[in-house]
Antibody, heavy 124, light 111 residues
Framework: QVQLQESGPGLVKPSETLSLTCTVS??????????WGWIRQSPGKGLDWIGSRFYSGSTYHNPSLKSRVTISVDTSKNQFSLKLLSVTAADTAVYYCARLTFSITNNNRFFDLWGRGTLVSVSS | QSVLTQPPSVSAAPGQKVTISCSGS????????VSWYQQLPGAAPKLLIY???KRPSGTPDRFSGSKSGTSATLDITGLQTGDEADYYC????????????FGGGTKLTVL
């Protein structure tokens, strides 16, 4: 079955760039019914959607982070990535990669596949 | 503050039924399908309900979802201690101020 696995540094210094990669295994990232994206969860808090991207380019972002976020897709490696610029302590969170599956015929969208999550701490 | 409003916590005894509400607006729940996610302690969220009321394989039929107008509900019957978790609703939002929105989450305690 399709699985997602996050990877990247667990510690980032303030003002630097957070970079994470999600590897898709058991399926293709070029699916015509999926967006690939990121969700984070600050310690003790709820889920915060960061953004999602279709493999060929269409992207949605959370406006609160849009100016600092880049989500890219590498179809040759079956991976997608997150870059978050100029991080602060407020960006400390568990970051999940997730697949947003959508129906072409109606408005049905849902996150049906999640990675295990990776904790990223922002500290000097 | 979340766009979708959920009660912070609910509780019930084993074997009982609990209902978790999720309130939104016409730009989100009112015109889109709702999904629900279960997050067990220390684990990643997992899809529990999609399309308002559909269960993916693996979700017991003790869990059911419904939607009416701009609100959605998750019902859990025959509560088990293993159901203790955080539950989140989520949906698309056509206002595009934030295209995807989650509720603030509800912590279920099985007494």
């Amino acid at each position: 079955q399709v699985q997602l696995q996050e990877s990247g540094p667990g510690l980032v210094k303030p003002s630097e760039t957070l970079s994470l990669t999600c590897t898709v295994s058991g399926g293709s990232i070029t699916s015509n019914s999926a967006y690939w994206g990121w969700i984070r969860q600050s310690p003790g808090k709820g889920l915060d959607w960061i953004g999602s991207r279709f493999y060929s380019g269409s992207t949605y972002h959370n406006p609160s982070l849009k100016s600092r976020v880049t989500i890219s897709v590498d179809t040759s490696k079956n991976q997608f990535s997150l870059k978050l610029l100029s991080v602060t302590a407020a960006d400390t969170a568990v970051y999940y990669c997730a697949r947003l599956t959508f129906s072409i015929t109606n408005n049905n969208r849902f996150f049906d596949l999640w990675g295990r999550g990776t904790l990223v701490s922002v500290s000097s | 503050q979340s766009v979708l409003t959920q009660p912070p916590s609910v509780s019930a005894a084993p074997g009982q039924k609990v209902t978790i509400s999720c309130s939104g607006s016409s730009s989100n729940i009112g015109n889109n399908y709702v999904s629900w996610y279960q997050q067990l302690p220390g684990a990643a969220p997992k899809l529990l309900i999609y399309g308002n009321n559909k269960r993916p394989s693996g979700t017991p039929d003790r869990f059911s979802g419904s939607k009416s107008g701009t609100s959605a509900t998750l019902d859990i019957t025959g509560l088990q201690t293993g159901d203790e978790a955080d539950y989140y609703c989520g949906t698309w939002d056509y206002s595009l101020s934030v295209p995807w929105v989650f509720g603030g989450g509800t912590k279920l305690t099985v007494l």
